[in-house]
């Protein structure tokens, strides 16, 4: 499974896709469009929730749920947003799957918010910029930048 918001996370995550191809992949995002993006591959549309729509977690939790049923997938893999976020947490804790967070490029000072909280429960936790995976306490690891 690989899951993206829109915008720079999905173009980010389109990047990854050399490295998993041959592989049965289907994507989550967050806009119908971005299907064209991924012919022949399999692709669901998930509704947005943020901080400020805490209600609407519980729409894509259901959504995310519904998808995982279905797919079963044995690594998600996300360059982030808050649903994928909830998608990480209920396939690992569910059904067991492999996670991989890929900080945005565009957090170059600090991690976002749900990047910092995938640390906590991502098998791999990245940042696309060395100085975030330096310092005191507990932090990402840097393995290059997708972009």
């Known amino acids: 499974m690989a899951i993206a918001s829109g915008g720079g996370h999905w ?17 989550v995002s967050l806009d119908p ?3 064209v993006d991924v012919p022949g591959h ?8 943020s901080r400020k729509q805490k209600w609407a977690f519980l729409l ?13 997938p044995a690594v998600v893999i996300t ?3 808050a649903p994928a976020l909830v998608a990480i947490v209920l ?15 565009a957090n170059a000072e600090r991690l976002s918010t749900s990047g910092q909280k995938a640390g906590a429960v991502a098998d ?5 910029w060395p100085e975030l995976a330096r310092g005191e306490g507990r932090h990402p690891e840097f393995w290059g930048a997708v972009l």
Request: a positive charge; proline letters at 2%.
């Open 33 to 35: 469009s971005s299907a």
């Open 91 to 105: 396939a690992r804790k569910l059904f067991g799957a492999r996670t991989i967070w890929i900080d945005s490029i």
């Open 60 to 72: 894509v939790a259901a959504s995310l749920l519904r998808i995982l049923l279905r797919e079963r």
């Open 124 to 128: 791999v936790w990245l940042t696309q």
């Open 11 to 27: 173009v980010q995550l389109m990047r990854l896709r050399p490295a998993w191809e041959g592989l049965d992949v289907f994507y």
């Open 42 to 49: 399999r692709y669901y549309t998930i509704r947005d929730a």
């Open 79 to 81: 360059t982030g947003s």
